[in-house]
């Protein structure tokens, strides 16, 4: 059973930075994919940022340079590390990893970043 477990969030000013990680269970060169999603109270999930098993990264519109993802194969964790943030950033920042064949999406829990004005 895959699991992926965040940490990071918290309770942040505007303008601060935060780094989030997420510790897989099981080899992440096994996905395809790994990426970061955001879900606001009221609002569907969306796409922070991707990063694919060669390394190549694609984010959301709304990111504009301010977040960087990243992996570390030995220790099984991709990271989103975020700065300038502002309380529009406010959400429940959720890891995914996902295969192509066979078709497997897998998340965590979810971790809390709270940006106060």
């Known amino acids: 059973q895959v699991q992926l477990v965040e940490s990071g969030g918290g309770l942040v000013q505007a303008g601060g930075s935060l780094r989030l990680s997420c510790v897989a269970s099981?080899?992440?060169?096994?996905?395809?994919?790994l990426a970061w999603y955001r879900q606001a109270p009221g609002k569907q999930r969306e796409l922070v940022a991707v990063i694919a098993s060669g390394g190549s990264t694609n984010y959301g519109n709304f990111v504009k340079g301010r977040v960087t993802i990243s992996r570390d194969n030995a220790k099984n964790t991709v990271y989103l590390q975020m700065s300038s943030l502002t309380p529009e950033d406010t959400a429940v920042y959720f890891c995914?990893?996902?295969?192509?064949?066979?078709?497997?999406?897998?998340w965590g829990q979810g971790t809390q970043v709270t940006v106060s004005s």
């Open positions: 099981v080899n992440i060169l096994a996905f395809n994919a």
């Open positions: 995914n990893a996902a295969r192509s064949v066979p078709n497997l999406s897998y």
